[in-house]
């Protein structure tokens, strides 16, 4: 598969090549707003996973019909409206299903607070490089790997219980500055 990529890539022009880079660029800045967009229909990280997976098969197969001058993520979002439904219509043996109208509607919500959602994830990454090094680094580790608080504590060589109230502190303290930043833009 990586050699047919290559070859692909081998034949595209210098106009396609930005047109590509470009597009990569946008993508990239916009996963994770992106995966909590689907997150948001399906309510399992799981599988929001998967579905974003297949939405950026789906995006990198039309990639040519996007137009550069104009923002990638609400095209990207309705690819991955679509790939919802899709996986709706093979899930349909769930116990828990949303009707395809919630969908719809989480869908349209979503993305009319989309600038909105942006503007706080701005302001989250923000406050989380105003951080300590130390809060950073236990924050990476309790929330970027695949291991429990507990496991996370001790490899810091801290308790369970001292890790959680750390941990407490500090999105205390990111949720306070995140509201501060959007009231200082509004």
């Not at 916009?30 to 229909?41: A, C, K, N, Q, Y």
């Not at 109230?165 to 930043?181: D, F, G, M, P």
Request: hydrophobic share 35%; aromatic share 8%; charged share 30%.
């Amino acid at each position: 598969m990586a050699e047919g990529i290559r070859r692909a890539d081998a034949d595209q022009t210098p106009m396609n090549n930005e047109h590509r880079d470009e597009f990569m660029r946008q993508l990239i800045r916009h996963e994770r707003l992106l995966h909590s967009f689907i997150f948001s229909m399906v309510l399992d990280w799981r599988i929001a996973e998967e579905i974003l997976q297949e939405t950026y098969l789906r995006l990198l197969e039309c990639i040519s019909e996007w137009d550069p001058t104009k923002d990638l993520y609400p095209w990207a979002c309705r690819f991955a409206h679509f790939q919802v439904l899709s996986y709706r219509s093979r899930a349909r043996r769930d116990k828990i299903q949303f009707t395809d109208s919630f969908v719809d509607c989480v869908s349209q919500m979503h993305e009319t607070r989309t600038d909105h959602l942006k503007l706080r994830m701005e302001a989250l990454e923000h406050c989380v490089e105003r951080l300590p090094d130390q809060h950073q680094q236990l924050l990476k580790v309790a929330y970027h790997s695949d291991r429990s608080i507990d496991e996370a504590a001790r490899s810091l060589g801290r308790t369970a219980v001292a890790t959680y109230q750390s941990l407490t502190r500090i999105r205390r303290s990111l949720k306070q500055c995140v509201e501060k930043a959007i009231r200082s833009l509004e």
